[in-house]
C-alpha cells in the first residue's frame, strides 16, 4: 500500500507561474523526500527534508514538512516548460532491519510556453 | 558510476513465459529496491534488499514473484509463469544504509505480457 497521497493528481499553469503540490503519509517518518519523473524515464531526486526539518530550499525548490499534521508540500517558483513532468513524494520509514522507501501516486504538472 | 542499470530495457512475453528482469546498483550501495509503476497502482515497493539481504517483501504480488540478490552488485526480479496484468514498468534504485539518502533509480524495464 502507498504511504503518501499527493494533492491535486494533475496541475496546469504558465510558465513563469508558480506551481504548488502536497504530499500527505500516514505514520512516523526518518525524512520526507520528493522524486522528479520525465515521460519514459526513471526517478530523479530532487530534495530531502529530514523528520526535525520544517522547511528547506534548493534552487527554484521550497519544501514545508509539517510533522503534527503528517503532510509535506514542494513549491516551484518561476516554472519552465521543462519543469513538466510527475513528482512524487516518498517517505523514509524506519522499519526493525532497514529503511523502507514507498512513494505517493505523484502529481502531473504540465507547464505551457 | 554509471548509476544504476538494468536489463532488458523492454521485454514483450507470452503468457506463461518466465521473466527475468536485471539490476546492477550503484557500486557501494547498500540498499537495493524493486519497484512497479502502473498507471492504475502508481509505484508500488515490491521488495528492498540491505546488505543483500531481503528485508521487506509484503509487496510482492504472489508467489509467482520472486527476488534475489546474489552479491552486492546483481539483483534478479523472476515472474514465473507470467500474466498479463503483470505489465508493467519495474524499476530497481539503489541507495547507502545511512539514514536519510537519496535513492538512484535506473531507467525501468517496460514489461509487456500477451
Known amino acids: 500500500s502507498q504511504q503518501g497521497e499527493e494533492d491535486p493528481q494533475a496541475l496546469s499553469i504558465q510558465e513563469g507561474e508558480n506551481a504548488t503540490m502536497n504530499c500527505s503519509y500516514k505514520?512516523?517518518?526518518?525524512?520526507l523526500q520528493w522524486y522528479r519523473q520525465n515521460s519514459g524515464r526513471g526517478l530523479v531526486h530532487l530534495i530531502l527534508?529530514?523528520?526535525?526539518?520544517r522547511e528547506k530550499h534548493s534552487g527554484r525548490l521550497r519544501v514545508t514538512l509539517d510533522t503534527s499534521k503528517k503532510s509535506s508540500s514542494l513549491l516551484i517558483t518561476a516554472s519552465r516548460a521543462a519543469d513538466t513532468a510527475s513528482y512524487f513524494c516518498a517517505t523514509d520509514v524506519q522499519e526493525a532491519a532497514g529503511n523502507k522507501l514507498t512513494f505517493g501516486g505523484g502529481t502531473r504538472v504540465l507547464v505551457k510556453p | 558510476d554509471a548509476g544504476v542499470i538494468q536489463s532488458p530495457r523492454h521485454e514483450v512475453t507470452e503468457m506463461g513465459q518466465e521473466v527475468t528482469l536485471r539490476c546492477k546498483p550503484i557500486?557501494?550501495?547498500?540498499?537495493l529496491f524493486w519497484y512497479r509503476q502502473t498507471m492504475m497502482r502508481g509505484l508500488e515497493l515490491l521488495i528492498y534488499?540491505?546488505?543483500?539481504?531481503?528485508?521487506?517483501d509484503s509487496g510482492m504480488p504472489e508467489d509467482r514473484f520472486s527476488a534475489k540478490m546474489p552479491n552486492a552488485s546483481f539483483s534478479t526480479l523472476k515472474i514465473q509463469p507470467s500474466e498479463p496484468r503483470d505489465s508493467a514498468v519495474y524499476f530497481c534504485?539503489?541507495?547507502?544504509?545511512?539514514?536519510?539518502?537519496?535513492?538512484?533509480f535506473g531507467q525501468g524495464t517496460r514489461l509487456t505480457v500477451v
Open positions: 534488499f540491505n546488505n543483500n539481504v531481503p528485508i521487506d
Open positions: 527534508i529530514r523528520s526535525n526539518e
Open positions: 557500486s557501494g550501495h547498500d540498499y
Open positions: 505514520t512516523s517518518i526518518n525524512n
Open positions: 534504485a539503489s541507495s547507502y544504509t545511512s539514514w536519510g539518502t537519496e535513492a538512484f
